[in-house]
């Protein structure tokens, strides 16, 4: 879509796409319009034939919404895919905020082209800010499938989302749906949006996610952002690039947070599987694992930490942190330990991906899932924190981590998916042939028997397979200067 008309002369930004009954697809985006004022337009495919859809058509009547009274005309954007109500009315909500409080705000409308605003907000929390990328969403608390954005009922609860651009973080919360009201409440306000859970702890922004109606499922696509210099990015020519898709379901078993995990078709691309079990790591060891060229791998790994020394260890006051630790060189009796991914031969580069377990002094034991990036890279222009946070693990659970990485990519996958990871490298030395792959604890008091699988990956093929030109769906991401309008072709990419 080009910003060519006056309504989006400064930018064509985030929008959704609402697949109707008889097959119609309608698109509303943010426009910036000659006078940057935050507005909504309709678009439909010129072709909708076309499995890819590349044109498309903008309504004439457009803007079919502008910031209503209250609402400053830069605080309005991000329109979701709209869902259907009881009263026979598709109902959408747009991402603003009034002072220091993000809100949702709500319009139903008949035809996409006149909107009703209703009285108040779907949902607000004080101090976060502006709301972008706002996402709402139903999840099933019963089924392994994902559901239609309309779908309601006993057995569902709905899913709040906004990108906060003010720490430019994607938070969620879960909670119920009014649909008679139009309001959410959140089942835990110490879990609000923007105070509470995160998509991702890691360099993860501008997030949307999709009904797959071919495969049942809800699909998350975000964007990972550059966090080296701009002279370095004009210099390599690109910047940012989206996430591997994940499906997103409600974790049945903590009954606090959803699951993400990397979409089916990734192991499509999986080559060379190569096995490593039992293996046991004593305190302060680093162990290579000989899979060949470690820049593209797929991990799987489980880990059983030492009984004995889990019950001998003292309760301590302390806080374990991810973000203001000390990274995978801080030894505590009972972590870190994990993998090294993303390393060469003598490991002067490393991205470590472990887990690290405290015991309060009222005898309980926190789980913390954490990437540290403080010697990913030899390069000095590149941020360098250490990311993670806390991750729930229940009774008879091993510690589980998945990895996906791609030369300077790691996305890390804790406890099925409960805490999520995504951090952009720069390595300088351990790249192709010579990244390398190891295993490592550096508690100070427990050994550490691990479990891994790990494949090397293929490229994608960048082509349209056969029975992918009849199956699509879009999502629309945001860069928050720029738009992405992504074809989702399962089948195409893999």
């Known amino acids: 879509m080009v910003a060519d008309q006056w309504y989006d002369q400064n930018g064509v930004w985030t929008g959704s796409a609402t697949i109707l009954p008889d097959g119609q697809l309608v698109m509303l985006y943010t426009g910036s319009t000659n006078a940057t004022v935050q507005v909504q337009n309709l678009a439909y495919p010129a072709d909708p034939s076309d499995p890819l859809l590349i044109e498309w058509v903008k309504y004439p009547g457009n803007p079919v919404l502008v910031p209503p009274p209250g609402i400053h005309f830069k605080d309005f954007r991000d329109p979701t895919t709209a869902w259907y109500t009881s009263e026979g009315k598709w109902r959408i909500t747009i991402g ?48 392994e499938n994902g559901l239609d954005t309309s779908d309601d009922g006993s057995g569902v609860k709905h899913v709040v989302k906004a990108s906060l651009d003010d720490d430019r973080n994607d938070y969620y919360a879960l909670g119920a749906y009014d649909g008679v009201r139009g309001k959410w409440i959140p089942d835990d306000p110490t879990l609000d949006v923007g105070i509470g859970l995160r998509y991702d702890y890691g360099n993860f922004y501008a997030s949307k996610t999709f009904y797959d109606q071919e495969k049942r499922r809800r699909v998350l696509w975000g964007w990972i952002t550059e966090t080296d210099s701009e002279a370095a990015d004009i210099a390599k020519g690109w910047a940012s ?150 991750v729930p693990v229940l009774e008879g659970e091993k510690l589980s981590m998945r990895i996906l990485v791609d030369h300077s990519i790691v996305e890390s996958f804790g406890q099925g998916g409960r805490t999520c990871i995504t951090s952009r490298v720069y390595p300088t030395n351990s790249v192709y042939e010579h990244a390398r792959l190891f295993l490592f604890n550096n508690a100070t008091d427990a050994k550490v028997k691990a479990s891994i699988r790990a494949w090397q990956m293929n490229s994608a093929n960048m082509y349209p397979s056969n029975d992918s030109m009849n199956k699509f769906n879009f999502v629309v991401l945001k860069s928050c200067s720029a738009i992405f309008i992504v074809a989702i072709l399962f089948g195409f990419f893999f």
């Open 241 to 390: 690039l989206q996430a591997i898709p994940r499906t997103v379901l409600y974790d049945k078993k903590t009954g606090t947070n959803l699951l993400q995990w990397p979409v089916e078709e990734v192991e499509k691309l999986r080559l060379n599987g190569k096995s490593f079990d039992g293996v046991e790591v004593k305190p302060g060891s680093v162990i290579p694992l000989d899979v060949g060229s470690a820049a593209q791998l797929d991990i799987v790994a489980e880990f059983e930490i030492d009984k004995e020394a889990k019950e001998m260890v003292n309760g301590t006051d302390a806080e374990y942190v991810c973000s203001t630790s000390g990274g995978a060189a801080e030894r505590g009796a009972l972590g870190p330990f994990g993998l090294l991914v993303l390393a060469d031969n003598d490991q002067s580069e490393q991205t470590p991906v472990y887990f690290y377990i405290a015991k309060g002094t009222d005898g309980n034991f926190k789980t913390s899932f954490c990437s540290d990036l403080s010697r990913s890279s030899k390069a000095t222009d590149v941020r360098k924190g250490v990311y993670g946070s806390t």
């Open 96 to 143: 603003s905020k009034v002072n220091k409080t993000g809100i949702s705000l709500v319009y139903d409308t008949v035809d996409f082209k006149s909107y009703e605003l209703l009285d108040g907000v779907l949902h607000g929390v004080p101090g976060t800010g502006m709301w972008e990328c706002v996402d709402f969403y139903p999840v099933s608390r019963t089924d």
